[in-house]
Every structure is written in structure tokens, then in C-alpha cells.
Nanobody
Framework: VQLQASGGGLVQDGGSLRLTCAAS????????MSWFRQAPGKEREFVAA????????GYADSVKGRFTISRDNAKNAVYLQMHSLKPEDTATYYC?????????????????WGKGTQVTVSS
């Protein structure tokens, strides 16, 4: 599976962005998908995860109520809708795939990673 994240950009405090992770390869629906982010000088952190069917989702406390993860298995894509963005959300955002969803958002268990997309929130 190859992953490509897009949709990042520069947005003002309180703004919104929608990230897309496009997957190529077979059996996309066999992968739980996650978003992670890494800010300059900080470790990469979990943001959100979604199960293979989309029936279950999980979020980091810092983004609950502001971010929504979704997926479209027919389009081999996963999305991260971000609202009420804050300067502390500034980071490079990565999508990752976890075969059969065994690790659920644990970055050490991800099988595939995409290149990141930069999100910058100005104050």
C-alpha cells in the first residue's frame, strides 16, 4: 500500500482544513488508518484512527470535538476534517496504515506511512 497525504496549508487561528490520504494498492479496506503529526522539535504523536469499516474512530484528547476522521473505501481514501484550528496544531501530518487494525493508532505498529503534509496555523 502506498499512501499520499495532501490538503495541508496555511490557515488562521480558528480556521478549517481537510486533509486527504489517498491509498494505492489492493485491499485498502483491510487496513485501519491513522493520522499522526509531528511539530518541530517534538516527537510524533497520534491524532486520530479509524477502523477498517469506518465503524469505530478514536482521537487524541487534544483534538476531540474539533477533528473528524472518516474514510471512503470505494475511493481508497481517508480524510481528516479539522475545525477550530489552533497554532498548537501546526505540524506535519502523516497518514499510516495498519493491516487488520491490530495496533490501533500505535505508531510502532503501523505497516505503511505516507509522506507528510504541512499544516501551519497562524495566530
Amino acid at each position: 500500500v502506498q499512501l499520499q497525504a495532501s490538503g495541508g496549508g496555511l490557515v488562521q487561528d480558528g480556521g478549517s482544513l481537510r486533509l486527504t490520504c489517498a491509498a494505492s494498492g489492493r485491499s485498502f479496506s483491510s487496513y485501519a488508518m491513522s493520522w499522526f503529526r509531528q511539530a518541530p522539535g517534538k516527537e510524533r504523536e497520534f491524532v486520530a484512527a479509524i477502523s477498517m469499516t469506518g465503524g469505530s474512530t478514536g482521537y487524541a484528547d487534544s483534538v476531540k470535538g474539533r477533528f473528524t476522521i472518516s474514510r471512503d473505501n470505494a475511493k481508497n481514501a481517508v480524510y481528516l476534517q479539522m475545525h477550530s484550528l489552533k497554532p498548537e496544531d501546526t505540524a506535519t501530518y502523516y497518514c499510516a496504515a495498519d493491516y487488520l487494525g491490530g495496533t490501533w493508532g500505535n505508531e510502532h505498529g503501523m505497516d505503511y506511512w505516507g509522506k507528510g503534509t504541512q499544516v501551519t496555523v497562524s495566530s
